[in-house]
Structures are given as C-alpha cells and as structure tokens.
C-alpha cells in the first residue's frame, strides 16, 4: 500500500526559511539580541526557536495551520531568551500566511482572536506596570500578531475579488460565446430556408416535365416540356447566384433588399400556372385585401415563400383540380391560406423530404404568427395550408 508523503514545500517559501535563518545568524554573531539582563539560558538558547520558527516557514503556504502552531510555540520559547528580531519577523510571515492561505473558518477567526490577545495583552500591562509606558507592549503585540492578520485579510480579499472577477469574465465568455454559437445556427437555418424557397419549386419543375420529356412520344409535347425546363433553370440559377452573392458580400440587413414581396404574387401563380397545366392543375389567385398600410418586409417576403413552397407542393403532390390561393386581412393580421384537391394523380411527381412544411412553420414562428397545415374533412377532400401573421412592426417578432 503506498504511503502519502507529505507534501513539498513551495520554492518561495523555501526562500524565505534560509534568509530568515541567516539573518538570524548575523544577528546573533553580531550579538544583537531584543533584550539584555537575566534571561532563561545562554547566548545560543535564542538559536533553538529561530531554527524552529525557519521549520514552520517552509509550512506557510501548505500547512498554514500547523505552522502557525509551531511557530507560536517558538514565538513563546524566543520571549525566554535574549530574542532574536528574525525570529519575531518570521512569526509575523506565518500569520500573515495563515490568514492568506489558510480555511475562509481560519481567515475570519484569526483577526478577532489576534485583536483579542493584544487588548487583553495592553490591559495586562497597564494592571501590572500602572505606567504610560505599558501601552508599548500592547502595541507591540498588535503590531506582532494583529497588523500581519489584518494584512492578510486584505489581500485575500483582493484576491478573492479578482478571482471572481476572472469567473465573471469567463461565464461572460462563454455566453458570448454560446450566443455566437446560437446565431451562426440560426443564421444557417435562415440561410437554408432561403435557398430551399428559392430553388425548391424550379427543381421541381424541372424534375416533373423532364420525366415527361422522356415518357411522352409526342415531340410537340417534349418540346414544350423541354422548354418550361429551360425556363426554370435559367430562373433558379439566377436565383441562386442573388442568394451567393448576397452570402459572398456579408451584408448586414437581416433579408437582401430585392426580396420578393406580395406584389409578385401575380407572376409567381402565373408562372406555377404554365407548370402545373400538364398535370390538369389550374392555379387561382385570390387577393380580398382592401389595401391600408404597408406590410413590414419581413411579413411580406414570409407570405411571398408560404405562397411559393405551397404552389410547389401542389405542383408536386397535388390531384388534378384548382389550387387556390387566398389573401386577406383582418385588423392586424394578414392571412395566407394556399389549398389544393389531395389525392392520387398519374403521370410524374418530383419527391418531397418534407423540409417545405419544416421551412413554412419556422417562418411564421420567427414572426409570431400562427400556421397549419393538413387535411380538411373527408368530405371536402382538400389540403390546405394555412398561416397568420402579424402585420403591426411592433408584433413581428415578438
């Protein structure tokens, strides 16, 4: 079984031992003692607890309290003697250690205590002496005992202080941190809504009219096919090349400034209109807004991508039969309704991954709006997508 050894001493403190201990030497060759008279043994008695009191230096820092006792023991032994001015000045570096290094217990208690022994030492010598000179040695008991522990309550104060200061500055950190984290996440969820809107419903397209490209024997047929796939391509890489600049040059607005708003609407139903023809869809645009204030951005370019996303879903899952699209708005909130016949139809149909809906719900979210989307009753047999949105600045968002 290994045996714990007891811990080394610290460098410094290794230090302060052997100078304590020379400077005690000299002094005591120069035989310069503290007091003079009828004393308790010879001149080399004093050698004894400075040897003692350099032994608890080399504890200061890793057993305070241990030599804070051995050293009290020397400090008591030295006042038998002819006294050595090291010995008491190293006792001073122990309590100040014991205060500096020792238990948050020992550093609150060792001040009251030391303040409590040179009161008591003062009175005494006053009751003894009845002499102004008596409060000297109460003085000097302060200055021995009391001044280095309030000296180490100061600075372990200081150092508590900027030890909590670094933990404050580190939290802050790594709040800053988790924030920054946050924000590249959300920005790349934005990022990813955008190019999923942007190209989504172009694929789509393409991917429906080149399968009946192949499948068709007509030419006529591939030839307009072949050209609705041109048309869409051409779009979705301009498109894609606005959203890669805009990325490349790091601007700072929160949507590009030629972000579509309702006012393309027209064009987008229209242009979904050309594309769903093959697949017996007819895409309707109703608009029952009355006109009023001006829609805030965000909201309109939101409305813009929900309207988009759900014309490309119908174009991809949809029966033959209407898709209509609905605006209106009541007090402050703009609706956007898209619904289509839900069912099975033949011919091609582009895959989903459901990453539309996924898109469609977080925009609505990030506004603060309200979104549903599903089935109607079975009568009915429709799917219908459903969002509302705040058009007051001060609601989007909140």
């Given at each position: 079984?290994p045996t ?33 008279g009828d ?6 008695l ?5 040897v ?13 309290r241990?030599?804070l006792?051995?050293?009290?023991v020397?400090l008591?032994a030295?006042?038998c003697t002819?006294?050595n ?5 190293m006792?001073?570096?122990?309590m100040?250690?014991a205060v ?7 550093a ?5 205590v ?42 372990r ?16 950190a ?6 920054r ?47 609705v796939i041109?048309?869409?391509s ?6 894609m090349?606005?959203l ?8 700072a ?7 579509p ?6 064009a987008?139903v229209e242009?979904?209109?050309?594309a769903?023809?093959?697949g017996?869809l007819?895409?309707v ?11 805030p951005?965000p909201?309109?370019?939101a ?15 949809a ?9 209106g708005?009541?007090?402050r ?25 996924v ?5 609505v979210?990030?506004?603060?709006g309200?979104f ?10 429709m799917?219908?997508v ?5 058009v ?7």
């Open positions: 079984m714990l050894s007891p811990p080394r001493p610290h460098r410094d403190d290794v230090l302060i031992a052997v100078l304590g201990l020379l400077g005690g030497l000299v002094l005591w060759l120069l035989s310069l003692y503290m007091r003079t004393v308790l043994g010879g001149t080399r004093p050698l004894v607890p400075l003692v009191m350099s032994a608890a230096e080399l504890l200061r820092r890793t057993s305070p241990t030599a006792t051995i050293g009290s020397a008591v030295d006042q002819h006294g001015l090291a010995t008491v000045a006792y001073t570096d122990v100040y250690a500096l290094y020792g238990t948050p217990a020992a609150r208690r060792i001040p009251v030391t303040f409590l022994i040179s009161l008591v030492v003062t009175i005494g010598s006053l009751a003894w002496i009845r002499s102004p000179e008596a409060l000297l040695a109460g003085i000097v008991t302060a200055l021995v005992v009391f001044v280095p522990a309030l000296t180490g309550v100061s600075v104060n200081h150092r508590d202080a900027a030890e909590a200061a670094r933990l404050r500055a580190d939290q802050t790594l709040l800053a941190e988790m924030d984290t946050q924000a590249v996440t959300a920005e790349r969820a934005r990022m990813a809504r955008e190019l999923h809107d942007l190209v989504a419903n172009h694929l789509s397209a393409i991917a429906i009219h080149s399968t009946a490209a192949l499948s068709l024997g007509d030419p006529e047929t591939s030839r307009d096919a072949l050209g041109r048309e869409n051409v779009e979705g890489l301009a498109e090349r606005r890669i600049g805009l990325l490349r040059t790091g601007a607005d929160a949507e590009p400034t030629s972000s708003s309702l006012g393309s609407l027209d987008l242009q979904h209109r050309a769903a023809a093959a017996g007819t895409c645009l109703e608009d029952t807004r009355d006109g009023g204030a001006p829609l951005a909201v309109e370019l409305a813009y991508r929900i309207v988009q996303e759900s014309l490309t879903n119908a174009l991809k899952h029966a033959p039969g209407p898709v209509t699209v609905r605006l708005r009541t007090g909130w703009l609706t956007v309704e898209v619904s289509s016949v839900l069912g099975d139809r033949a011919g091609p149909r582009a895959p989903g991954s459901g990453a539309g809906l898109g469609m719900r977080e925009r979210a990030l506004l603060g309200e549903a989307a599903g089935s109607t009753s079975a009568s009915d047999g799917w219908r459903r969002a509302e949105l705040p007051d600045e001060g609601e989007v968002g909140s």
